[in-house]
């Protein structure tokens, strides 16, 4: 379960929970955070290993079981889900685990364990991190990232905004020193799921909002795919102007998108 101090909550109604990336914390959705609270209840929360949730796991978790738990502990019975790369994996997992109290899922977009073809994109980017890590170069390990997720394919990061290159590198950062203080044995203790479910997507009940930029990976173009042809009831935006992270890049144009999903 996250401690209390990892999770931000306002209002009381069914809420919209934001799950975030794994290249972030629960700050990414800090631009979405005031619009979003002046019409909905709304929580966020710091995943385990990320931003303020620094404590080493001591038994067997899964970031979709502390979701529940942590939701669980704050009392809505039914929910919206919106995720983020890894937190569209854990948004979907946690709607697999509980489809009656999940109404709708945003997938912005999908990665985590949606994705599931190891293109060559994600193999030159997997590469290069796992080098850096090697040699114990956080710097480097943390370009790495930022090339691959915020810039993405055909575009150099000079032309994103630097505010937001700036804010993903520290969140980045935090993960890393995090889970590496933590050891190898700390983080196998994070539990896969016992089916793929990118198998199981003829289970999905809710109505899915799914957004793709255009200069993300071809990884999560094809899990884009996948999930639309899949879904029968989904609704896929396509910004061929952003990469891996959509609501950091278009902050206002996301929130717009978002409250139009969840307020018709």
Known sequence: ???NDHVERHGSE??????????????????????????????????????????????????????????????????????????????????????????????????????????????????????????????????????????????????VDPEVVAAVARMQRRAFEIQLGWGREAEELEVEPARDPMHRLAEVTAPVLLVVGGHDLDTVLDSADRLEHALDDLTRVEWPDVAHLPSLEQPERFSALLLEWLIP
């Open 1 to 3: 379960m996250l401690a």
């Open 14 to 159: 069914v809420p919209v929970v934001l799950v975030h990336a794994g290249v972030a914390d629960r700050r990414m959705w800090t631009p979405q955070w005031g619009p979003l609270t002046e019409h909905l209840d709304a929580v966020r929360v710091d995943l385990r290993g990320f931003g303020e949730s620094d404590a080493a796991p001591t038994e067997p978790f899964s970031h979709p079981g502390d979701l529940w738990d942590t939701l669980d502990e704050l009392g809505p019975s039914r929910c919206h889900l919106v995720g983020a790369s890894l937190g569209a994996g854990v948004a979907l997992e946690a709607a697999l685990a509980r489809p009656d109290a999940v109404d709708s899922l945003c997938l912005v977009p999908p990665g985590g364990s949606l994705l599931a073809t190891r293109t060559e994109d994600l193999a030159e980017f997997a590469a290069a991190e796992d080098a850096a890590l090697l040699a114990g170069d956080l710097d480097a390990a943390v370009q790495a990232n930022l090339e691959a997720w915020v810039a993405g394919r055909g575009r150099p990061l000079e032309q």
